[in-house]
């Protein structure tokens, strides 16, 4: 059974699964916080959750950890909602955002969404700000993506991971899958983590927990894999972004999968550096194939279902 682990009073998680990352509410008496919006086609859901939790109260201040449309997706419908909320994201991709950028906020190659948000400041590593009665410093932590940031609240040594850190591993490097260097950027932000020295650790993905040291030591294993191995690590990194779009669709017929992913830029890119040959639908149908002997998909008279 999993140990309950309590969090200061002021903090909730809303634990959200794969599709949308998790949402964490900071509330104290002058301000209501949200880290990370989740997926668009999560947003009534997000709303919901917000509405249940504040019911006479508004959301004041949302920030995001860096700019997956995972994190970030359902910003535009809580500025919508909330029409005096302030938005601070990571500066990295700040001009990308102003002149709505796709292709380099990652959300046109990848074939995923996020409407068009603004922002109103910048959260700039090295900050500290203060959130539900605490002080959270801001901290730089590249690799799973240049532009991440976590959060650490040194008082109760709790620590906001995003993707830098799971229970059990780390989100795919994607300047790696660019032929960037980045696998060593993922240790330095391991390191970091480490040396901050988080009692409770809630992370992008899945439950909160409290084991760091078994947390690192996962981390570090998978990530020694994947830099001996980075076809290994291309491999995975091609399957989540497939799980990802069956999670959102839940189902759909296999034809017109195919004609999404040949429409694909990003997969395309990555089929001729990883594709070994293959065409790519020959390639797709290994990966799939390999998430359906694991029990990610199910496939039925032509029709895959996310399970």
């Not at 029409?83 to 500066?91: D, F, H, V």
């Not at 899958?177 to 809630?202: H, W, Y």
Request: net charge negative; proline share 5%; glycine share 6%.
């Amino acid at each position: 059974m999993r140990k309950i682990i309590d969090l200061p009073a002021g903090v909730t998680v809303f634990e959200r699964g794969w599709l949308s990352a998790n949402n964490i509410l900071l509330c104290d008496e002058e301000q209501v916080t949200l880290i990370d919006s989740g997926y668009t086609t999560h947003q009534s859901q997000t709303l919901a959750l917000l509405e249940q939790s504040l019911p006479v109260r508004s959301l004041d201040l949302l920030i995001n950890t860096h700019l997956h449309s995972d994190h970030c997706g359902g910003n535009h419908a809580l500025q919508t909602h909330y029409p005096e909320l302030q938005t601070w994201i990571p500066p990295g991709l700040a001009t990308a955002v102003e002149c709505w950028h796709e292709d380099e906020l990652s959300y046109k190659p990848t074939g995923q969404n996020c409407e068009r948000f603004k922002f109103n400041a910048l959260l700039e590593p090295g900050g500290v700000h203060h959130w539900a009665e605490m002080d959270w410093e801001v901290h730089a932590a590249p690799g799973h993506d240049p532009h991440s940031i976590i959060l650490f609240a040194p008082e109760h040594r709790l620590l906001v991971s995003a993707d830098a850190l799971w229970e059990n591993g780390f989100g795919v490097v994607f300047p790696e899958l660019e032929g960037i260097n980045a696998f060593d950027e993922v240790s330095a932000t391991l390191d970091l983590i480490e040396q901050l020295n988080p009692a409770i650790i809630i992370p992008g993905h899945g439950a909160v927990f409290s084991d760091l040291a078994l947390a690192l030591s996962l981390a570090r294993k998978k990530l020694d894999v994947f830099a001996k191995n980075p076809d290994r690590h291309a491999s995975y990194a091609i399957k989540v972004l497939l799980k990802f779009k069956l999670l959102e669709w839940g189902s759909i017929n296999r034809q017109e999968f195919d004609q999404w992913s040949n429409q694909v830029p990003y997969l395309n890119e990555l089929h001729l550096r990883f594709g070994n040959g293959h065409t790519i639908n020959a390639w797709i149908d290994m990966m799939l194939a390999e998430l359906q002997r694991s029990g990610a998909i199910v496939v039925k008279d032509g029709v895959m279902h996310n399970t």
